[in-house]
């Protein structure tokens, strides 16, 4: 089972731009689709973007469509979020996740994912 650890949060300005890094230890890397959730104060954690095993699919909840982007590098045992345009809304912690999966393409649903890391503050400022 991989070990996730998130890097990249901090304070922006609204409109500014984050990416967010995520690490896995192992070697299976690759044989999980990953994603990305937030969790902001006195809310529920909610589901943000994914991205499959080989990285030819993605998806996106709606009220980042547009402004985020998930990406993996299988090599370097990573994924990332890029996030553009961001909103004082946006402010939450994020969290990386992973789950084994034997397909290649398609992105899991959120309830699947079973490996979370720590997470990674970010706060944007109006």
């Known amino acids: 089972q991989v070990q996730l650890v998130e890097s990249g949060g901090g304070l922006v300005q609204a409109g500014g731009s984050l990416r967010l890094s995520c690490g896995a230890s192992?070697?299976?890397?690759?044989?999980?689709?990953m994603g990305w959730f937030r969790q902001a104060p006195g809310k529920e954690r909610e589901f943000v973007a994914a991205?499959?095993?080989?990285?030819?699919?993605?998806d996106y909840e709606g009220f980042v469509k547009g402004r985020f982007t998930i990406s993996r590098d299988n090599a370097k045992n990573q994924v990332y979020l890029q996030m553009n345009s961001l909103k004082p809304e946006d402010t939450a912690v994020y969290y990386c996740?992973?789950?084994?999966?034997?397909?290649?393409?398609?992105?899991?649903?959120?309830?699947?994912?079973?490996?979370w890391g720590q997470g990674t503050q970010v706060t944007v400022s109006s």
């Open positions: 996740a992973a789950v084994a999966t034997a397909q290649a393409t398609g992105v899991p649903l959120p309830y699947e994912y079973d490996v």
């Open positions: 192992g070697r299976t890397f690759s044989r999980y689709a």
């Open positions: 991205i499959s095993r080989s990285g030819g699919s993605t």
